[in-house]
C-alpha cells in the first residue's frame, strides 16, 4: 500500500513538475509584426473574383489593389485613384476610361498594365461566381466582355448597357471583385480552363500592401509586407491573423501581450478589457442593420396606421442601453451612417400609448403575429424584448426560432408575418441598400424575386421604386446624395421596415498599435497604415 | 475432404484456415458497419434543417441562382442516388469537396485530425498514469479517507462543465502564472519552423531535433492534455476501482492471502492481472471519445482539431466535411474495438 501511495504522489508530482518547469515563452509581440486575434472560419475562398465574406475581404483589401480605391486615412472623401491615376466619363455617361498608374509592379515583380485591368474585370464576370452581380449589373455579360471591358495601351475603357451614376459605377469597382489580378501569374496556374480560380482560392497574385503567405482554415492566415507598394513599404512586415472563437481566450492573449488586436470580445469582455493595463478599446460603426420587416400579404399589417403603430412598439433606447450596449446604435434609415446619402433621423422611439390609438384608428387590435428568427442570441433577445412592448399594446407575438435553412425559406416565399434578421451591404454604394429594401419592379407572387427584401415582404414600395432606379442614374453627387435622404424618408414613413440599429465592431487592442482603421461601413480593414 | 483423427474418429477438415475466416469476418462487419454509419450520417444530413445552398450563394442570391448551385450538388437527384453516388467516391477514397472551402476533405482530415490524436494522445496517456493507480488505491482502501478523495475527485471531474474547467485553467496558469501557452498550438515565433512531417507537433519538432520548439509545442498542449486527461482520470479510476473491488472480494485473492504473499504481489500480481482485460475496454473507449474531438476543448484553447472542424462544417452546412469526418470517426472505433480485440487475445488465455 504504501508503494502504491508513493507511486500515486509521484506521478501526481511529475506532473505538476512537468507544469512549472516548462520553459515557457511569453513575449509581447515583435514591433514590426502584428498579430490579430479574429473569427475567420467564414474565408471560404481568397480569390476576389469569389470572396464574398467579411475576413475574407480584410485578406484582399490588403493584397489586391484596385481601379479606385478608399483611402483609410479618410473614408468619407469617397473612392480615390489607385491603379487608374485619373478617369474620363463620356458625354453619355455610359463610358468610362482609366488611364493607368505607371510603375506599379505585382507582388511576383510583373508591372501592373491595362491588360492585366481588362483580364481581372473579364475574368470576374465570365467566372459568374456569387459576387459577380456587382459588375453584371451594368450588362456586362460573359458573350459582351470582349467589346464592353478593353484594354488600349495604357487605357482601360468599360461601357455599361446605359447610363449610370460615375460614383455607381466606381463604388462598385471599390467591392472586393474589382480587386486586380496578375494575368500572367494567374494564368500559369489554369487547370481545366478555370482562369485560376481554384489557385487563387488559397494563393495571391496582386500588387497591394501586403502579399499572402499562407491561409490555414479555422488556423490562420499570414501575410508578408510588400517592400514595393506604391504608398511606401507598410511598417507592420507581416500581419498574423489567428483564429480565435472565443472571446474569453482572446482577452486572454491580449492581456498577455500575445496578440495586439482583439476583434471579437463580447461586451462582458470589453467591459473587463476597458480596465486592462496597455490595452484600449476602440468603437468603429460598420454597414450591418438590424431590422424588423412586415408582411405585406397579412391584411392588418398592410395597414399604414399598423406598419406606424409597430414602429412605436420598439424600445430602441432600451436595448441599445442594455444587451445591444456599445454592439449596436440605433439608426432607423436603410443607408447606414457614412453612406453617401445617409442621413440621421431617427424619428420613432418607444410609445405604447401613441401605438395603441394608432391601432385602434386601424382596427387592428388583438392580433396575433409570428415572427422568424435565426439561432443567434442577440437576434433572440431583440425578438423577446419586441414580445414585450408588442403586449402591451395587445399584440401576441410568436417567436419562431430557426436555422437560416428553415427560417429564411419561409421568409423568402413571403410567408412569414414579422422577420427579424440583419442585413449588410454588398459593395459601398447607397444602391446597395436602396436597391433591395425599396426597390421591387414586380410585386407578383411570379416575379419571384428572393433577393430583394421589399418582394419578400411583399410590398409594392409605394412609387420609391421609380426614386431609386432615378437616383441610380444620376450624376451629380449631391443631387443623388440628396435623393436618397428623400427616399429614406418616405421610407422611413411608409415602409413595412423598421430599421432599428446599425453595428459597432469594438476592437480591444495594445496601447502602442496606432493608426488602426477597419474599414467602417464601406470597407475593410487596412493594415499598411498601422504602426507600432 | 475427409480425414481420420488419431483417436480414429472421422472429421471434416474446414474448407478455410481460421485465421482466413476470422479475417474476413473482421472485414465483413467493419465493412456492414462503415456502410450503415455512412448511411445513417448521410441521412441525417439530408434531412437536417440545414442548407448547403444557401451556405454557398448566401442569402440574397436570386432563385435562378439558387436553383442552378442546387443542381450542382445534385440535390435534385433521388436520395438513395446521392447516396450511391457518394459511397462510389468514398470506396475509391474521396470524400470529396469541402462544399464552403473547396479543397479536398481528406486534405483538411489530414490536417486536422494529428492535432487531435497528439491532445487525446496525451490526454489519455494522464488518464491512464494517474486513474488506473487511484483506482487501485481507493480500491484497496475502501471506504478510508483515500477512498473518499479519490471518489470527491472523479464526481468533479465528472460534473464540472469542461468549459467552464477550461477557462478556469487557462486564465489562472497561462493568464495569472505564465506556466503555459496560450490558446494555440504554438506561439507565432515558433511556427513554421520544423517540416511538418505526421501533423503532430511535439513529433516532429523531436525528429527535427528542434527542442525548442518541442517545448513550446508542450507549454501549449499540457493544459488542455492535462483537462482532457482530468476527465478520462475520472472515468478509468471509478471502472478501475470498480474492476478491482470484485477481484479483491474473489477467494483466490484470500487464497493468496493466507499462503502469506505480500500485499504487493496479492494485488498486483493477481487481483490487477485479472482486471486488465476489462481496463483496456474502459481505456480504449476513453481514447476513441478524446480522439473524435473534445469541440468545447478545441474552441477554448484554438486547437484546430477534428472536433471543431466537423462542428464548423455541421454549422456551416458542408455536408461533405461532415460525412468525412464522421468516417474518419467512425474508423477510429472500429480500429480501436479490433486493437482491444486483439489485446484481449494476449492478455486472456481463455479467448484463445
Known sequence: ?532 | MAVTDTNGERRRRAPFPRWIKGTVLTLGSIAVTMLGLLFITFIIGRVMPIDPVLAIVGERASQSTYDAVYEQLGLDKPLIVQFLYYLWDVVRGDFGMSLLNARPVSEDIARVFPATMELATLGVFIGIVLGVPLGVIAAVNRGSWIDQIARVVALVGYSMPIFWLGLMGLLVFYGILGWVGGPGRLDIFYQDIVPSRTGMILVDSAIAGDWSVFWNGFSHIVLPASLLGYYSLAYISRMTRSFMLEQLSAEYVTTARVKGMSERAVIWGHAFKNIRVQLITVIALSYANLLEGSVLTEIIFSWPGIGSYITTALLSADMNAVLGGTVVVGLIFICLNILSDLLYRIFDPRSK
Open chain 1, 1 to 532: 500500500m504504501n508503494s502504491l501511495t508513493k507511486l500515486m504522489t509521484s506521478a501526481a508530482l511529475g506532473l505538476a513538475v512537468a507544469l512549472t518547469a516548462a520553459p515557457v515563452a511569453v513575449a509581447e509581440t515583435p514591433p514590426n509584426m502584428l498579430v490579430i486575434a479574429n473569427r475567420i472560419d467564414d474565408i471560404t475562398t481568397l480569390d476576389p473574383a469569389e470572396s464574398f465574406e467579411f475576413a475574407g475581404s480584410d485578406v484582399s483589401r490588403n493584397v489586391y489593389q484596385k481601379l479606385v480605391n478608399f483611402d483609410p486615412a479618410n473614408l468619407d472623401a469617397g473612392y480615390q485613384p489607385e491603379i487608374a491615376e485619373s478617369w474620363d466619363v463620356s458625354g453619355d455617361g455610359s463610358t468610362i476610361t482609366f488611364t493607368i498608374r505607371d510603375g506599379l509592379t505585382f507582388h511576383s515583380g510583373n508591372p501592373v498594365t491595362a491588360a492585366d485591368v481588362e483580364y481581372s474585370l473579364r475574368r470576374a464576370v465570365i467566372l459568374n461566381k456569387t459576387p459577380s452581380f456587382i459588375l453584371t449589373q451594368f450588362g456586362f455579360t460573359a458573350d459582351n466582355v470582349g467589346e464592353t471591358i478593353v484594354a488600349d495601351g495604357n487605357t482601360v475603357t468599360i461601357k455599361t448597357d446605359k447610363p449610370y451614376a460615375t460614383s455607381f459605377v466606381l463604388n462598385c469597382l471599390t467591392a472586393t471583385i474589382g480587386g486586380i489580378v496578375d494575368m500572367k501569374t494567374v494564368m500559369e496556374n489554369e487547370v481545366d480552363g478555370d482562369m485560376g480560380n481554384t489557385w487563387l482560392k488559397t494563393n495571391s497574385a496582386g500588387s497591394g500592401a501586403y502579399k499572402l503567405v499562407s491561409w490555414k482554415p479555422n488556423e490562420s492566415v499570414t501575410l508578408q509586407s510588400n517592400p514595393d507598394f506604391y504608398l511606401g513599404a507598410p511598417a507592420m512586415e507581416r500581419v498574423i491573423v489567428r483564429h480565435v472563437q472565443e472571446s474569453a481566450s482572446q482577452r486572454l492573449l491580449l492581456e498577455r501581450g500575445d496578440i495586439d488586436m482583439a476583434r471579437n470580445l463580447n461586451p462582458e469582455d470589453i467591459a473587463g478589457a476597458r480596465d486592462a493595463d496597455g490595452v484600449v478599446i476602440t468603437d468603429e460603426l460598420r454597414g450591418r442593420l438590424m431590422y424588423v420587416s412586415l408582411n405585406q400579404k397579412h391584411p392588418e399589417l398592410s395597414k399604414p396606421e399598423v406598419r406606424q403603430a409597430i414602429k412605436y412598439l420598439i424600445d430602441y433606447e432600451g436595448m441599445q442601453n442594455s444587451f445591444l450596449n456599445g454592439q449596436y446604435v440605433i439608426h432607423q434609415n436603410f443607408l447606414p451612417r457614412t453612406f453617401l446619402g445617409a442621413v440621421d433621423e431617427n424619428p420613432f422611439s418607444l410609445n405604447v400609448e401613441k401605438a395603441k390609438e394608432l391601432l385602434a384608428s386601424a382596427g387592428a387590435e388583438g392580433m396575433e403575429l409570428e415572427v422568424g428568427v435565426r439561432e443567434a442570441q442577440e437576434r433572440i433577445e431583440i425578438a423577446q424584448t419586441l414580445q414585450n412592448t408588442f403586449a402591451q399594446a395587445g399584440i401576441t407575438l410568436n417567436i419562431t426560432v430557426g436555422t437560416a435553412k428553415q427560417i429564411l425559406a419561409r421568409y423568402r416565399s413571403r410567408e412569414l408575418d414579422v422577420y427579424l434578421g440583419a442585413w449588410g451591404p454588398d459593395y459601398p454604394d447607397p444602391h446597395t441598400n436602396a436597391g433591395t429594401f425599396a426597390f421591387n419592379p414586380d410585386n407578383s407572387d411570379a416575379a419571384n424575386a428572393t433577393g430583394l427584401l421589399a418582394w419578400r415582404n411583399s410590398w409594392d414600395t409605394g412609387g420609391l421604386t421609380e426614386k431609386v432606379a432615378a437616383a441610380v442614374v444620376e450624376n451629380d453627387r449631391d443631387v443623388r446624395s440628396k435623393m436618397y435622404a428623400d427616399i429614406q424618408a418616405q421610407f422611413r414613413d411608409t415602409a413595412p421596415f423598421a430599421v432599428m440599429f446599425q453595428k459597432i465592431e469594438q476592437t480591444a487592442q495594445r496601447d502602442n498599435v496606432q493608426n488602426v482603421n477597419l474599414g467602417g461601413a464601406t470597407t475593410a480593414v487596412s493594415y499598411w497604415p498601422i504602426t507600432k
